[in-house]
């Protein structure tokens, strides 16, 4: 079974980035959608970013203006770039993947999450 495996967390000041990066261990066809999630503990997981296959980009607000979503589909690879990162940034961060299809009995959708990798943000 095809799992997604993040790389690109770590510890890192206020003000600094990091790179993120989530790949598949096989290829996954029809992505739809990718997108990168956050978690802290006691909260819900959040959306991040997310990208399409046209390449429309959707960003949550606390992250607009210092976070970059970009994929590469023949690599089945999604990106996030972290700048000014903040400490309210420190979270677990999660690749999402969609594939939608179609066949005789109708459309599906299948989900596809990595486990995460954790972005320290200190102050």
């Known amino acids: 079974q095809v799992q997604l495996v993040e790389s690109g967390g770590g510890l890192v000041q206020a003000g600094g980035s990091l790179r993120l990066s989530c790949a598949a261990s096989g290829r996954i066809f029809s992505i739809n959608a990718m997108d990168w999630y956050r978690q802290v503990p006691g909260k819900q997981r959040e959306l991040v970013a997310a990208?399409?296959?046209?390449?429309?980009?959707n960003y949550a607000d606390s992250v607009k203006g210092r976070f970059t979503i970009s994929r590469d589909s023949a690599k089945d690879t999604v990106y996030l770039q972290m700048n000014s990162l903040k400490p309210e940034d420190t979270a677990v961060y999660y690749c999402?993947?969609?594939?939608?299809?179609?066949?005789?009995?109708?459309?599906?959708?299948?989900?596809?999450w990595g486990k995460g990798t954790l972005v320290t943000v200190s102050s």
């Open positions: 999402h993947f969609r594939r939608e299809y179609r066949d005789y009995f109708g459309p599906h959708a299948v989900d596809y």
């Open positions: 990208i399409t296959n046209d390449g429309t980009t």
